[in-house]
């Protein structure tokens, strides 16, 4: 029964075009049929045959001739296979028409491994279907892109079915569905070079044509989009025509795969981003409702394109993208997840439990981290201000254990943080012992600006490089920083003069060449307030009425006092031998100076009371320099409630038994 409910489908399918392998099913005993019909059952395995002499469409029917025998046809060139095998192919052929066995012989393709079985799989059959052939043409495009070559094979390219496979594609391009002509023109693009001839401009052509007509929804609009961009680049003329096609299409509905391919795709034209900044917000919209759907490979591929395309009005997205990437920091690669990170510090953002999974992910792991995404973390550490010890403890480990796999710039960018937060590991001996013969033996190998960035970073935590002062010093290596600019910038101007300070302060043996004076600045304070930051007037407005009321003048202290070793001073008061304070304008019988620093947050670590290495740096000089210097934490100042408090804390400061102020 079950086998004759099999021949009444097979024979009454509209598409089967088997007539050879009908006939031969007939004239077989019922015990052989049964055998045939068990043998599909099992795994089949399709033999490769020998390629036609002419390229013939895959999508007809193939020409039959009769065998030796008589008994049953064969198409023409093709051996003659076992009862087995004819079978497979009755029952390939079946699932072909059958819209659901079409998909499970779709299903097969993603098996094959190489090029070769899938032309093998292909010529097993009569008649292939566009969602098949589409299907196959991709497969052997993502089989062949994983070499590593940019195009197909010679072989490949003059196999027989592999032509008849395309002929269809160049000759009919109209006849193919809207999915299908997307699906064609994305598997070309996984090589970005296609097979000569005219197959791909008959295909672009048809999707302009379709493109006037509107005869394609956003789903093979985004799809399109990125498949042109692969395969004529980001002066495609008909790219453009996808984007202001989309830019009046709603995207409300569409898929997130879709979206993450709309952003690489606007991403690869970043000098675009204005003029299609109407769809970038409809997308950035759109990724709001559906960012729970995205994997993790697309949630850094979006903050990627989110980088790339300065869309800093789409903070709220990537605030929820960042608390999404929290539950997925182990399943990143290493690259995922450095542009996961570079995007939150681009965007500003500071997400504590995705910090406590990375400092997880990366203390569970050090030694065998990629050295690039250790800098990546301790950057993100040192630009939003996070003093994660893990992660700086895993970075320095990492570095002592293998430091020859840090490129320089690697090597500048993992030690920089440690200045900036103020912060020596647990093994920073070995650290900076790595550090000195890593540049004693690659001193040259390091651009001229990172590597000042790394001396003087190393000099904020009290790791002065007088060994390589002299270098830095030199004329020679003051010409490689300026390279071919006009003159030197005006930050590593003022690290420049740091270090000089820095020499003459912290290191008095040193006795190398000094600064010449035309590379010094008169003042740390730069725009970038990297050696300096800039007191907070809300603060600064706090102390001020308080002080007037406990010296009884305004004219009692100075504010924002540029002094003669290039700091500048919040608050100065003059105190003359006695210890009784001056008038600020006076400039005789100056016994003393005390500077008071009023510390905001921003001067400290986020979230701690642990300052940045420029502000220790700074208060560690100044009582070199001879000033009494006080410190006015924001977190103390906010514990007080009113002015008089106020009053009574600057007392308590500055008239202590121990500072001698009267």
């Not at 985004?222 to 984007?243: A, F, H, M, N, Y």
Request: contains cysteine; hydrophobic residues 40%; neutral net charge.
């Amino acid at each position: 029964m079950a086998l004759a409910t099999v021949w009444r489908n097979l024979c009454h399918s509209p598409n089967l075009r088997v007539r050879g392998a009908l006939a031969a099913l007939k004239c077989q005993p019922g015990h052989h049929v049964h055998k045939g019909v068990q043998a599909c059952l099992c795994p089949w395995f399709c033999p490769l045959r020998p390629a036609p002499s002419q390229a013939k469409s895959l999508h007809t029917c193939c020409e039959k001739v009769p065998s030796e025998n008589g008994n049953d046809p064969h198409p023409l060139q093709e051996p003659e296979f076992s009862q087995v095998a004819c079978c497979d192919r009755l029952e390939g052929n079946a699932k072909i028409a059958a819209g659901a066995g079409g998909q499970l012989c779709c299903g097969r393709l993603s098996k094959f491994a190489s090029s070769q079985e899938v032309l093998s799989f292909l010529s097993t059959l009569q008649a292939v279907p566009e969602p098949l052939a589409t299907g196959a043409l991709q497969r052997i495009c993502e089989v062949e892109s994983r070499r590593g070559d940019s195009s197909l094979p010679q072989e490949i390219l003059d196999n027989g079915v592999f032509e008849a496979l395309c002929l269809p594609f160049e000759q009919e391009p109209s006849s193919l569905s809207s999915a299908g002509l997307v699906s064609v023109l994305r598997a070309l693009a996984l090589l970005r070079v296609v097979p000569q001839g005219r197959l791909l401009p008959s295909l672009v052509a048809e999707c302009r044509r379709r493109l006037q007509r509107d005869g394609l929804d956003v789903q093979a609009l985004c799809v399109l989009g990125e498949s042109l961009l692969k395969l004529q680049g980001p002066d495609c003329s008909t790219l453009e025509l996808v984007l202001d096609e989309l830019q009046g299409r709603s995207l409300e509905s569409v898929a997130p795969e879709d979206l993450v391919a709309l952003y690489r795709t606007l991403q690869e034209c970043p000098e675009k981003a204005g003029r299609y900044q109407g769809l970038l917000d409809k997308v950035n919209t759109a990724c709001l409702s559906v960012f729970l759907g995205l994997s993790p490979t697309s949630i850094s591929q979006v903050l990627d394109a989110l980088v790339v395309l300065d869309q800093s009005q789409a903070l709220s997205l990537v605030i929820r993208l960042a608390k999404y990437a929290r539950r997925h920091v182990p399943a990143f690669t290493g690259q995922e997840l450095g542009k996961v990170i570079e995007a939150l510090a681009y965007f500003g953002h500071s997400d504590r439990v995705f910090t406590e999974a990375l400092e997880q992910r990366l203390s569970t792991a050090s030694l065998t981290q990629d050295p690039e995404l250790l800098c990546r973390a301790v950057q993100y550490c040192s630009r939003r201000r996070v003093l994660s010890r893990p992660i700086l403890d895993s970075a320095a480990e990492a570095f002592v254990c293998r430091p020859h796999e840090f490129s320089p710039r690697q090597v500048a960018e993992l030690i920089e943080p440690f200045g900036r937060l103020n912060y020596s590991p647990p093994n920073a001996t070995a650290l900076f012992r790595s550090l000195e013969s890593e540049l004693a033996t690659r001193f040259r190998d390091f651009p001229p600006r990172a590597l000042l960035n790394l001396l003087h970073s190393c000099s904020l935590i009290e790791r002065h490089p007088t060994n390589l002062m002299a270098k830095i010093f030199s004329p020679y290596f003051l010409m490689q920083l300026q390279g071919e600019e006009p003159f030197v910038d005006r930050l590593s101007l003022a690290q420049l003069t740091h270090l000089l300070l820095t020499s003459f302060l912290e290191c008095p043996f040193y006795k190398g060449p000094r600064l010449p004076p035309k590379f010094q600045v008169k003042s740390f304070l730069t725009p970038c307030c990297a050696l300096e930051t800039p007191m907070d007037f809300h603060l600064y407005n706090l102390v001020k009425m308080a002080l007037i009321k406990l010296l009884g003048s305004r004219l009692y202290f100075g504010v924002r006092v540029l002094t003669p070793y290039n700091y500048t001073i919040d608050v100065e008061l003059k105190l003359n031998e006695e210890g009784f304070i001056l008038p600020f304008r006076v400039e005789e019988d100056i016994h003393k100076r005390v500077a008071l620093c009023l510390d905001d947050a921003r001067r400290f670590c986020l979230n701690s009371r642990h300052l940045l290495g420029k502000e220790a740096a700074k208060q560690r000089q100044l009582r070199l320099l001879g000033y009494h210097v006080v410190q006015i934490p924001y977190y103390e100042v906010e514990l007080l409630k009113s002015r008089l408090e106020m009053v009574g804390y600057l007392q308590r400061k500055l008239f202590s038994p121990g500072t001698g102020i009267h």
